[in-house]
T-cell receptor, first 111, second 116 residues
């Protein structure tokens, strides 16, 4: 079954509001990556986190990797309609090189 | 930046026929490529890991004889859906990254397969 869970599954926000999606893995991850998939499109790489407790920012997006390296979050400040899409966390779950995606959070921004 | 080309973008085939999907890394070499399947409004489910010059590693529950993967070169992996059935209809997407790099993966644009 799915090893990496995300909550919420869906989120509707008014434009200008903040948004956060949480990612939880059943196992420790060596690194975690975040992707965005627009409706009808393919996933696009956003960022990678490697260190325990790491925090990275990309303009209005803030990414955090948990201390135990089993959870992560993505926070968007003052959402815009261009933020619409599904956000996935992903990472190598096992010691091999397989790469698994989280369940995803679909963001809808209401203008 | 890195570009992954996936063809065809969409295909309609009759039940019982086979369909081949190509995934090419255009400006880099990839020892490993991944094949995913995505149903509407769902996440990407890893089907198999394609390894250049060796057998693919399939995820539990994925039939290797039905989903044939060939990674004959460092820039090309193919997924062949054999004896396709309507339940194989889905969005198939590949990803790759340059060998030796540890950053994000680049995805192909995906293939929408419809089996009638």
């Amino acid at each position: 079954g799915q090893q990496v869970m995300q909550i919420p599954q869906y989120q509707h926000v008014q434009e200008g509001e903040d948004f956060t999606t949480y990612c939880n893995s059943s196992t420790t991850l060596s690194n975690i990556q975040w992707y965005k998939q627009r409706p009808g499109g393919h996933p696009v790489f956003l960022i990678q986190l490697v260190k325990s407790g790491e925090v990275k920012k990309q303009k209005r997006l803030t990414f955090q990797f948990g201390e135990a390296k089993k959870n992560s979050s993505l926070h968007i400040t003052a959402t815009q309609t261009t933020d619409v899409g599904t956000y996935f966390c992903a990472g190598p779950i096992y010691t091999g090189n397989q790469f698994y995606f989280g369940t995803g959070t679909s963001l809808t921004v209401i203008p | 930046g890195a570009v992954v080309s996936q063809h065809p973008s969409w295909v309609i085939c009759k039940s019982g026929t086979s369909v081949k999907i190509e995934c090419r890394s255009l400006d880099f070499q990839a020892t490993t490529m991944f094949w995913y399947r995505q149903f509407p409004k769902q996440s990407l489910m890893l089907m198999a890991t394609s390894n250049e010059g060796s057998k693919a590693t399939y995820e539990q529950g994925v039939e290797k004889d039905k989903f044939l993967i060939n990674h004959a070169s460092l820039t090309l992996s193919t997924l062949t859906v054999t004896s396709a059935h309507p339940e194989d209809s889905s969005f198939y997407i590949c990803s790759a990254r340059e060998t030796g790099y540890s950053y994000g993966y680049t995805f192909g644009s995906g293939t929408r397969l419809t089996v009638v």
